[in-house]
C-alpha cells in the first residue's frame, strides 16, 4: 500500500522476453498487485511471466485470445483494478522504458486528493532532446499541441506518455470498452477523463531509451492515425461536453472558426489560379481572402480562450 491506498500496477506486454523480468523485478514493495497483460505475444513473454509467478504472489497474468493493442491490454488491466476496487491503477509498459525511482511523485497528486489522474512528462527535463530520439521527440511534441486543443487539458504536455496513475473514481466513471485499442490511448483517455470534469496533471519523468527495448511505433503513421484520431475525439469533446451535458457557446465559435477557415483556403486558391493565368490579382477576391483568414483566425482564437476558461478549474 502507498500512503494506506491499494496499489495496482497494470503492465501491458507485447513480445517483451528480454525486459519483463527486469520490470517485475524492480517493482516497488509498496506495490500490492501486478496485472501483467500479455496481448497475445509469438515469443516468451508468457512462459517467463509465469515462471516468476511461482516466487512472486503478487503477479496476477492475463492473457489475450486476440491482439488488442496496447489500449487493449490496458483496458484489461484497468478493469481488473476496478472490478477488485484497486484505489490506485498505475500503467508500467512491459518495456521497462519507466523508471520505478519516478512511481512515487507520480502517486502522490492522485494518492493526496489532488488530482485524479497523473502522467508522466519526458519533455520536462533539459536532458529530454538528447535523450528521446529526434524523430520521436518531434513527433510527440507534434501531437502533444494537438491533443491540448483535443483534450481541454491545455496545461498537459508529452500526450504520449503512457506512465500514469489513476484513482478509483475515474476508473469506475469511464467505460474502458470504449476506450481507443491502439497507440492513441492515451489521447483518447485524456479526452474522456476531461468531458467527466476529471483533474489531471503533469509529473516530470526520466526519458528511459536504448535499454534493449524494441519499439512498434511507426511515426510516419501514427502521426496520421492519431491525427485523425484527434479530430474524431474533439468533435465529440464538442458535443458531449458542451452540448449534451451542458450549453457552451464556443461550439458557435469553433463553428465559425472553421466554416471561415475552409472559406480562406477556396478564395486563395482563387486568388492565385487567377494570378497564374491572368497575371493579376483581383482586389475584392483578394480582401475577401484576408477578411476570411482573419475571421477564421479571431474565432478559433476566442474559441480556444473559451475552452482554457472552462477547463482551468481542472488544472493542478
Sequence with gaps: MYKNKTVCVVIPCFNEETQIEKVIITMPEYVDHMVVVDDLSNDRTVEKIKNMQESQNKIIMIEHKINQGVGGA????????????MELAVVMAGDGQMNPDDLPALL????????EYSKGNRLFTGEAFKKIP????????????MTKITSGYWNIADSQSGYTVLNKKALNLIDWDKMYKRYGQPNDLLVRLNVENLRVTDVPVE???N????????????????????????LWRMKEKYIIRDFHPLV?????????GICTVLLFLRVFGIWYFTGHIPPV???????SFMSASQFSLFAMWFDMEANKHLKV
Design 285 to 291: 477576391n483578394a480582401l475577401a481572402a484576408m477578411f
Design 134 to 145: 529526434t524523430i520521436r521527440y518531434l513527433g510527440n511534441s507534434l501531437l502533444s499541441l
Design 207 to 209: 526519458p528511459v531509451y
Design 74 to 85: 490496458i483496458a484489461s488491466g484497468y478493469k481488473w483494478a476496478r472490478d477488485n476496487e
Design 252 to 260: 458557435f465559435f469553433y463553428f465559425l472558426g472553421f466554416g471561415f
Design 108 to 115: 502522490d497528486p492522485v494518492a493526496d486528493g489532488t488530482a
Design 211 to 234: 535499454i534493449g527495448e524494441q519499439s512498434g511505433i511507426k511515426i510516419h503513421k501514427v502521426i496520421f492515425s492519431i491525427g485523425l484520431l484527434l479530430a474524431k475525439l474533439f
